[in-house]
């Protein structure tokens, strides 16, 4: 703090909206003893110090490698299907990519893209990280893809991490699933 009552920091470093985006201070003012004959007077008082975020930190993938199959025939506009296990039960559901950004308000909001290895367009993206075909798959004319998906967060020097989706050999499936019921 200078002589005029502005509060500065002294090593900007040392503050990050991230780990602390409010401080508490209390500020102290003395008189000068040689202005005031009766000695020092001093007045306290609480500065509240909210800092606004910047964008500083990259949207961060879950995971750095997607990888799934999916059925040659699928109608253009299907999502593509993951199959797991969890707790000892299989699941189909949508492949998901999914990233988050540290930072917050529009700094954190994330769009996606694929910005590599979507030969033909054989693939789109919604903003949710939903992977959908874009044309119907042919396992003969091209077997496996390899994407790199872009998460881009808001910020007005906007930011961006990637991750890899391998959709690999396209498998005649038997059975049809009802894409509304996933959900």
Known sequence: MNNAGHIYVSDSTLVDYEQQSVYHLVVEAASAVETNPAGEFLAYTKVIV??????????QFLQQLYTTAVHEGLAKGSFVLQVGLAHNT????????????????????????????????????????????NMQLDREIVDEYKLTIMATDGGARPMSG??????????????????HTLF
């Open 50 to 59: 909210a800092l606004k975020d910047i964008n500083d930190n990259e949207p």
């Open 90 to 133: 299989s699941f189909i559901c949508p492949l998901h990519v999914s990233a988050v950004d540290a930072d917050a308000g529009e700094n954190a909001g994330i769009t996606y893209s694929i910005v590599s290895g979507n030969q033909d367009s054989a693939f789109a993206i919604d903003m949710n990280g939903n992977i959908l075909t």
């Open 162 to 179: 990637t991750t890899i989706v391998h959709v690999k050999g396209f498998s005649n499936l038997n059975f049809q699933i009802d894409q």
